[in-house]
Protein backbone atom coordinates (compact mmCIF):
# COMPACT_ATOMS: atom_id res chain seq x y z
CA UNK A 1 0.00 0.00 0.00
CA UNK A 2 1.06 3.47 -0.66
CA UNK A 3 0.93 6.51 0.96
CA UNK A 4 2.00 9.85 0.32
CA UNK A 5 1.57 12.96 2.73
CA UNK A 6 2.79 16.78 1.84
CA UNK A 7 3.04 18.36 4.64
CA UNK A 8 3.36 22.65 5.17
CA UNK A 9 3.45 24.74 8.18
CA UNK A 10 1.18 27.70 8.68
CA UNK A 11 1.47 30.32 7.74
CA UNK A 12 -0.35 29.39 4.04
CA UNK A 13 -2.44 31.53 1.32
CA UNK A 14 -4.83 29.44 2.29
CA UNK A 15 -3.71 25.97 -0.16
CA UNK A 16 -4.48 -1.55 5.71
CA UNK A 17 -3.74 -4.75 3.99
CA UNK A 18 -3.42 -7.90 5.28
CA UNK A 19 0.63 -7.50 5.14
CA UNK A 20 0.90 -3.47 6.16
CA UNK A 21 3.50 -2.81 4.15
CA UNK A 22 4.09 0.61 3.51
CA UNK A 23 5.56 2.51 0.99
CA UNK A 24 5.11 6.22 2.98
CA UNK A 25 6.79 9.35 1.40
CA UNK A 26 6.53 12.50 4.04
CA UNK A 27 7.51 15.58 1.88
CA UNK A 28 8.36 18.54 4.52
CA UNK A 29 9.00 21.69 4.07
CA UNK A 30 10.70 24.32 6.43
CA UNK A 31 9.78 27.31 4.37
CA UNK A 32 6.84 29.64 4.68
CA UNK A 33 3.61 29.26 2.53
CA UNK A 34 0.59 30.48 1.83
CA UNK A 35 -2.57 29.13 3.16
CA UNK A 36 -4.60 26.51 0.97
CA UNK A 37 -6.89 27.37 -2.25
CA UNK A 38 -9.30 26.23 -3.80
CA UNK A 39 -8.94 26.46 -7.35
CA UNK A 40 -12.06 25.31 -9.68
CA UNK A 41 -12.59 25.01 -13.88
CA UNK A 42 -15.83 26.54 -14.45
CA UNK A 43 -16.01 24.80 -18.04
CA UNK A 44 -14.00 21.79 -18.40
CA UNK A 45 -12.29 19.36 -16.63
CA UNK A 46 -8.47 19.50 -16.28
CA UNK A 47 -5.63 17.07 -14.30
CA UNK A 48 -4.61 18.22 -10.94
CA UNK A 49 -1.31 18.79 -12.40
CA UNK A 50 -1.76 20.94 -14.51
CA UNK A 51 -4.11 23.14 -12.75
CA UNK A 52 -1.59 23.09 -10.35
CA UNK A 53 0.91 24.49 -12.28
CA UNK A 54 -1.62 26.79 -14.39
CA UNK A 55 -1.86 28.45 -10.57
CA UNK A 56 1.54 28.59 -9.85
CA UNK A 57 1.00 26.63 -6.89
CA UNK A 58 3.94 24.32 -4.63
CA UNK A 59 1.98 21.16 -3.66
CA UNK A 60 -1.93 20.55 -4.37
CA UNK A 61 -3.76 17.61 -4.47
CA UNK A 62 -7.34 17.09 -5.91
CA UNK A 63 -10.99 18.70 -4.93
CA UNK A 64 -14.13 17.00 -4.29
CA UNK A 65 -16.42 15.30 -5.90
CA UNK A 66 -17.93 15.49 -9.48
CA UNK A 67 -19.72 13.62 -12.55
CA UNK A 68 -17.61 11.82 -14.41
CA UNK A 69 -20.01 11.45 -17.36
CA UNK A 70 -21.33 15.02 -17.11
CA UNK A 71 -18.32 17.30 -16.06
CA UNK A 72 -20.16 19.20 -13.50
CA UNK A 73 -19.05 19.38 -9.58
CA UNK A 74 -21.88 17.81 -7.52
CA UNK A 75 -20.54 19.56 -4.02
CA UNK A 76 -20.93 22.87 -3.19
CA UNK A 77 -18.38 25.14 -3.85
CA UNK A 78 -17.76 29.12 -3.25
CA UNK A 79 -15.31 30.91 -4.42
CA UNK A 80 -13.93 34.62 -4.29
CA UNK A 81 -18.04 35.17 -3.01
CA UNK A 82 -19.44 33.68 -5.92
CA UNK A 83 -21.01 30.44 -5.56
CA UNK A 84 -19.78 28.11 -8.29
CA UNK A 85 -21.62 24.62 -7.28
CA UNK A 86 -24.16 23.66 -5.32
CA UNK A 87 -24.33 19.77 -3.43
CA UNK A 88 -26.45 17.17 -5.04
CA UNK A 89 -29.20 15.34 -3.00
CA UNK A 90 -26.86 12.09 -3.70
CA UNK A 91 -24.40 13.61 -2.66
CA UNK A 92 -25.92 14.54 1.00
CA UNK A 93 -27.39 11.61 1.41
CA UNK A 94 -24.14 9.47 0.78
CA UNK A 95 -20.93 11.08 2.55
CA UNK A 96 -21.03 15.45 1.92
CA UNK A 97 -20.96 15.80 5.54
CA UNK A 98 -18.00 18.66 6.18
CA UNK A 99 -16.12 21.16 3.87
CA UNK A 100 -12.57 23.04 3.60
CA UNK A 101 -13.40 26.91 4.98
CA UNK A 102 -10.58 29.30 3.81
CA UNK A 103 -10.13 33.08 4.69
CA UNK A 104 -7.62 35.34 5.44
CA UNK A 105 -4.77 32.86 4.89
CA UNK A 106 -6.46 30.65 7.26
CA UNK A 107 -7.96 27.14 6.76
CA UNK A 108 -10.63 25.49 8.63
CA UNK A 109 -12.10 22.06 8.30
CA UNK A 110 -15.81 22.52 9.45
CA UNK A 111 -19.11 20.37 9.49
CA UNK A 112 -21.52 20.87 6.62
CA UNK A 113 -25.23 20.51 6.24
CA UNK A 114 -28.24 21.88 4.37
CA UNK A 115 -28.69 24.63 6.72
CA UNK A 116 -25.35 25.92 5.99
CA UNK A 117 -25.44 25.74 2.51
CA UNK A 118 -28.77 27.33 2.25
CA UNK A 119 -27.60 30.45 4.19
CA UNK A 120 -24.12 30.67 2.74
CA UNK A 121 -22.59 30.11 6.21
CA UNK A 122 -19.89 30.43 6.73
CA UNK A 123 -20.43 34.27 5.37
CA UNK A 124 -17.08 34.35 4.79
CA UNK A 125 -14.48 32.79 2.36
CA UNK A 126 -14.08 30.35 0.14
CA UNK A 127 -15.74 26.97 0.86
CA UNK A 128 -15.58 23.65 -0.52
CA UNK A 129 -17.93 20.82 0.48
CA UNK A 130 -16.75 17.00 0.81
CA UNK A 131 -16.78 14.36 2.90
CA UNK A 132 -17.18 12.34 5.06
CA UNK A 133 -15.90 13.81 8.45
CA UNK A 134 -13.02 11.68 9.10
CA UNK A 135 -11.58 13.62 12.05
CA UNK A 136 -12.57 16.51 14.68
CA UNK A 137 -11.18 17.90 17.92
CA UNK A 138 -8.48 14.67 17.19
CA UNK A 139 -11.38 12.17 18.06
CA UNK A 140 -12.11 10.25 15.03
CA UNK A 141 -16.09 10.63 13.56
CA UNK A 142 -18.81 8.27 13.30
CA UNK A 143 -19.02 6.37 10.26
CA UNK A 144 -22.42 4.89 10.54
CA UNK A 145 -24.42 7.37 8.50
CA UNK A 146 -22.11 7.10 5.69
CA UNK A 147 -23.17 5.03 3.01
CA UNK A 148 -21.81 1.27 3.75
CA UNK A 149 -20.47 0.28 0.43
CA UNK A 150 -18.65 3.36 0.50
CA UNK A 151 -17.06 3.96 3.86
CA UNK A 152 -15.92 -0.45 3.97
CA UNK A 153 -14.14 -0.74 0.58
CA UNK A 154 -10.96 0.15 0.00
CA UNK A 155 -9.90 2.56 -2.35
CA UNK A 156 -7.54 5.02 -3.57
CA UNK A 157 -7.90 7.92 -1.09
CA UNK A 158 -7.58 11.56 -0.77
CA UNK A 159 -7.81 13.74 2.33
CA UNK A 160 -6.58 16.91 3.72
CA UNK A 161 -5.95 17.27 7.51
CA UNK A 162 -5.02 19.78 10.08
CA UNK A 163 -2.92 18.80 13.20
CA UNK A 164 -3.34 20.93 16.74
CA UNK A 165 -0.08 22.94 15.65
CA UNK A 166 -1.51 24.37 12.26
CA UNK A 167 0.08 22.37 9.97
CA UNK A 168 -1.87 21.48 6.87
CA UNK A 169 -1.23 17.57 5.59
CA UNK A 170 -2.51 17.01 1.96
CA UNK A 171 -2.67 12.74 1.79
CA UNK A 172 -3.22 10.57 -0.79
CA UNK A 173 -3.57 6.92 -0.70
CA UNK A 174 -2.64 4.64 -3.58
CA UNK A 175 -5.01 1.73 -4.68
CA UNK A 176 -6.45 -0.50 -7.47
CA UNK A 177 -2.96 -1.60 -8.29
CA UNK A 178 -2.79 -5.67 -7.60
CA UNK A 179 0.26 -6.59 -5.42
CA UNK A 180 1.06 -2.70 -4.94
CA UNK A 181 -1.46 -1.32 -3.29
CA UNK A 182 -5.15 -2.11 -2.01
CA UNK A 183 -6.29 1.44 -1.31
CA UNK A 184 -8.26 1.68 2.44
CA UNK A 185 -11.29 2.13 4.02
CA UNK A 186 -12.85 5.47 5.57
CA UNK A 187 -11.80 4.09 9.14
CA UNK A 188 -8.61 2.58 8.10
CA UNK A 189 -7.86 6.54 6.32
CA UNK A 190 -9.17 8.00 9.68
CA UNK A 191 -6.90 5.34 11.54
CA UNK A 192 -3.91 6.82 9.48
CA UNK A 193 -4.56 10.29 10.19
CA UNK A 194 -4.98 10.02 13.99
CA UNK A 195 -1.44 8.51 13.66
CA UNK A 196 -0.35 11.64 12.10
CA UNK A 197 -1.70 13.06 14.84
CA UNK A 198 -3.94 15.20 12.66
CA UNK A 199 -6.84 17.29 14.84
CA UNK A 200 -8.87 17.55 12.12
CA UNK A 201 -9.63 15.92 8.32
CA UNK A 202 -11.89 15.63 5.58
CA UNK A 203 -11.90 13.11 3.12
CA UNK A 204 -12.02 14.12 -0.77
CA UNK A 205 -12.75 12.46 -3.95
CA UNK A 206 -10.60 9.21 -4.42
CA UNK A 207 -10.50 6.25 -6.53
CA UNK A 208 -8.91 7.07 -9.99
CA UNK A 209 -9.12 11.00 -8.87
CA UNK A 210 -6.49 10.49 -6.27
CA UNK A 211 -3.80 12.58 -6.85
CA UNK A 212 -1.18 14.46 -5.17
CA UNK A 213 1.36 16.93 -6.86
CA UNK A 214 4.04 18.75 -4.98
CA UNK A 215 6.95 21.03 -6.65
CA UNK A 216 6.03 20.08 -10.43
CA UNK A 217 5.74 16.69 -9.99
CA UNK A 218 2.98 13.78 -9.08
CA UNK A 219 4.34 11.57 -6.36
CA UNK A 220 1.67 9.05 -5.83
CA UNK A 221 0.18 6.42 -8.21
CA UNK A 222 -3.15 7.72 -9.93
CA UNK A 223 -5.02 4.57 -10.87
CA UNK A 224 -6.67 5.49 -13.87
CA UNK A 225 -4.59 4.40 -16.44
CA UNK A 226 -4.71 0.60 -14.38
CA UNK A 227 -0.82 1.11 -13.97
CA UNK A 228 1.63 1.72 -10.98
CA UNK A 229 3.56 4.56 -12.23
CA UNK A 230 2.23 8.66 -11.74
CA UNK A 231 0.81 9.19 -15.50
CA UNK A 232 -2.59 8.37 -14.75
CA UNK A 233 -3.96 11.08 -13.83
CA UNK A 234 -8.06 11.76 -14.06
CA UNK A 235 -9.16 15.22 -15.13
CA UNK A 236 -10.74 16.45 -12.09
CA UNK A 237 -13.12 19.85 -11.32
CA UNK A 238 -11.29 21.31 -8.60
CA UNK A 239 -8.35 21.06 -6.62
CA UNK A 240 -6.87 22.68 -3.29
CA UNK A 241 -3.11 23.82 -3.58
CA UNK A 242 -1.07 25.60 -1.35
CA UNK A 243 1.81 28.37 -2.44
CA UNK A 244 4.65 29.70 -0.76
CA UNK A 245 4.44 32.70 0.77
CA UNK A 246 7.37 35.42 -1.37
CA UNK A 247 7.23 37.48 2.30
CA UNK A 248 7.12 35.41 5.18
Known amino acids: M???IFTARHPVETSFDRRPVWRQAIHQH???WKS????SLYCSLTTTSQLA???RSSAAINGSYFSIKEGFSTC?????EAVIDTTTTEERHLRVNGAV???DNNIRIIPWNDENEKKGFPLDGDILASGPLLMQDGKTCDFTTIDREFSETR???SAIALTKEGDIMLVAVDGRAEGHADGMSIAELAYLLRILKAHCALNLDGGGSTTLWVNGQVVNHPSDNKKFDNKGERKVHNIIAVRRLTNP
Open 53 to 55: EQS
Open 76 to 80: YLRKN
Open 36 to 39: GRLY
Open 101 to 103: HMV
Open 155 to 157: HPR
Open 2 to 4: GEN
Open 30 to 32: PDH
